[in-house]
């Protein structure tokens, strides 16, 4: 299996990074784990080229997606700030336009583990993670498999115990 890893999170060796490392455990196969923060990620101007090509924009968003699009599986995680995702992952996601524009592009059948932190130890963001799995990643054709989130999780390795053990129990 090919595995992709998307982690949002300014922090290096913080919560996200620990859930996802568990998880990249657990797989067999090839992965590669991106740390966003330390990219050059550039917005999408929705200038339209990527309808007749590939995106414009020459930064490490156009090697990624090429990457996703043949991965097997993508692990997408990000912090909540604010009741939303970082600003790392909002703009590789917004990125994938270029897919979505073109016809002869597809992210479809690709499969995909949600991991997500939070500081606010209550179900407050629930709604928005769930929504997650239809916009964007329903409406590319990937399905999500599994969401993970770990609640209270404020500080490295606080409230991360419940997210741990559903990793555990995952079976990918």
């Given at each position: 299996m090919?595995?992709?890893a998307l982690i949002g999170s300014p922090r290096k060796n913080g919560n996200c990074d620990i859930l996802v490392n568990k998880v990249i455990e657990k797989i067999d196969g090839e992965n590669e784990v991106f740390f966003l923060n330390e990219l050059d990620l550039r917005y999408c101007?929705?200038?339209q080229s990527c309808q007749k090509g590939d995106c414009v924009k020459d930064d490490?968003?156009?090697n990624i997606i090429a990457k996703i699009e043949d991965a097997d599986l993508l692990i997408f995680s990000s912090p909540i700030?604010?009741?939303?995702?970082?600003?790392?992952a909002k703009t590789i996601i917004d990125r994938f336009y270029m897919i979505s524009q073109n016809q002869e592009r597809s992210l479809a059948g690709t499969k995909v583990i949600q991991v997500f932190t939070q500081a606010n130890p209550s179900e407050a963001f629930d709604s928005y993670i769930k929504s997650m799995e239809t916009m964007p990643f329903a409406f590319m054709g990937m399905e999500v498999i599994e969401t993970i989130s770990a609640k209270g999780a404020a500080g490295k390795g606080e409230g991360i115990e419940e997210a741990l053990k559903k990793i555990e129990e995952l079976e990918i």
């Open positions: 090919k595995t992709i101007d929705a200038c490490d968003v156009r700030y604010f009741g939303q995702m970082s600003a790392q």
